[in-house]
């Protein structure tokens, strides 16, 4: 079970006065992974908003436990503790995230990462779209903070849960079996849960739409993501699950659908377990609504190919594919804490072979910002963020820029073909793809 526990922490934002600094984008360099550094693309930067965040925890009775149990899992409750970002009515001193990755010796591995998001603030005033953030394989929510907490102060109630998944250096089936067969149920249950109590407003909840969801995943929770958001399970993941998986193969699995949701994040998601592919039929092109997925075209765990026949797979809602070049599976978790840089299991666990971190989680803040704006709060000013963009970003040329260093933002078509919102020196080694749907509004 990952811990997680909140503290004042001297690298974190120290007074009420300090909110305007706090909240410029490039200030302290990218100190809190939430902040990006002044060469972050332009969507990257923080909202107005200052950000809280609350521990809570929801619990599911009579779930069944691939871990446990000989003959078949056992039954039990299923507690889910969360993480909780959301807009905040006033700025507090921030806050130290305490957490765990399991190392190679199965033994978990302490370390902190600093926040800007204060605990238990008072909730800004309004409705705000509600995110379910899901983790992958072995990690915690902590290490997804980046992300959390920069939505948050854009006006997002972001909800991740920690899944507790066994040890990734176990190599049992039943081990296996758990992320497995977990994942997508757990993520079907908070966003109900989550979405009920928006509905009866009850605590933070109460700040969130329920009308108006969004899900993200990393890896293993790419894939719950995109089984969430409607892609039939293969029958053969039934095996994989120790049969738990079964009653929601192919078109069984409506249970598991997302209510009002609008829009999916899929950052490196697993598309296959082994030999076996997750999805059957249309696969993920079943998913109705539109889809960014994002992923290292030297991905070795999920498969870069793999990963990108989910973007060509005919669908019926818009669909986007960041790639970056030569990057590996290792693109969505905070840069590696000091704790984590003494092993190479360890800091491998966050860090690129070829891209630095601070690139890396800014444009897809970037991206992640111009899509959910534009999909979820129906922000029709971010397409030009998402649309009309040159494949390979290197192609894009800006006429009349000044030569040299250039901080300006491109300004996108007609302009310019440098990537809108990026810095002329800085949208290098990515493409960005778009497949429209017939139809689509």
């Known amino acids: 079970m990952r811990r997680v526990s909140f503290g004042f922490g ?13 909240q410029r984008p490039g200030v302290g360099q990218g100190d809190v992974p939430a902040r990006p550094p002044v ?42 503790p969360l993480l909780i970002w959301y807009p905040a009515a006033s700025a507090g001193r921030g806050t130290t995230y305490h957490t765990a990755l399991s190392g190679e010796d199965v033994r978990d ?30 990690n915690s929510p902590d290490v997804l903070s980046w992300l959390g907490e920069n939505l948050a102060s854009k006006g997002y109630v972001v909800v991740a849960p920690a899944f507790r998944d066994p040890p990734i250096s176990i190599r ?25 109590r928006a509905d009866k407003r009850e605590g933070v909840f109460a700040a969130a739409d329920p009308t108006r969801t969004a899900l993200i995943g990393y890896s293993m929770g790419g894939y719950g993501v995109l089984t969430v958001g409607g892609a039939p399970l293969n029958p053969a993941m039934g095996t994989l699950s120790r049969g738990i998986l079964t009653p929601y193969a192919a078109d069984q699995a409506s249970e598991l659908r997302a209510k009002n949701l609008k829009a999916i994040v899929a950052l490196a998601p697993a598309a296959r377990f082994g030999d076996v592919p997750i999805w059957t039929g249309q696969g993920v092109g079943a998913v109705p609504v539109p889809t960014l997925i994002v992923v290292g075209d030297h991905d070795r765990v999920v498969g870069h190919e793999a990963v990108r026949a989910l973007f060509t797979a005919p669908a019926p809602a818009p669909r986007y594919l960041l790639t970056f070049a030569q990057a590996g599976h290792s693109i969505a978790l905070t840069p590696a804490p000091p704790a984590m840089r003494q092993r190479f299991w360890d800091m491998d666990w966050f860090e690129d072979a070829v891209w630095r971190k601070d690139r890396l989680l800014p444009i897809q803040t970037h991206f992640i910002t111009a899509f959910l704006d534009r999909y979820v709060k129906g922000d029709m000013a971010k397409d030009g963020y998402l649309n009309g963009l040159t494949v390979q970003s290197d192609e894009g040329r800006w006429p009349g820029a000044p030569v040299g260093r250039v ?9 310019s073909t440098v990537w809108k919102g990026f810095q002329p020196g800085r949208a290098v080694g990515m493409s960005f793809e778009y497949r429209p749907a017939s139809g689509w509004r």
């Open 109 to 138: 591995v302490a370390f902190d990462l600093p926040g800007l998001a204060s605990p238990d603030r008072a909730v800004a005033v309004g409705r705000f779209p509600l995110v379910i953030l899901a983790h992958g394989y072995g």
């Open 10 to 22: 001297l690298a974190a934002v120290v007074a009420l006065t300090a909110v305007a600094t706090a």
């Open 172 to 196: 049992t089936d039943a081990a296996r079996a758990g992320p497995i067969a977990r994942r997508p149920l757990d993520i079907a249950f908070v966003t109900a849960e989550a979405q009920a």
């Open 39 to 80: 060469d972050a693309p332009e969507l990257a930067r923080l909202g107005l908003y200052p950000v809280g965040v609350q521990r809570s925890r929801f619990v599911q009775p009579g779930q069944a436990d691939p871990l446990q149990g000989k003959d078949r899992p056992a039954i039990a409750p299923r507690e889910l």
């Open 407 to 415: 901080a300006q933002y491109s300004p996108g078509p007609p302009a």
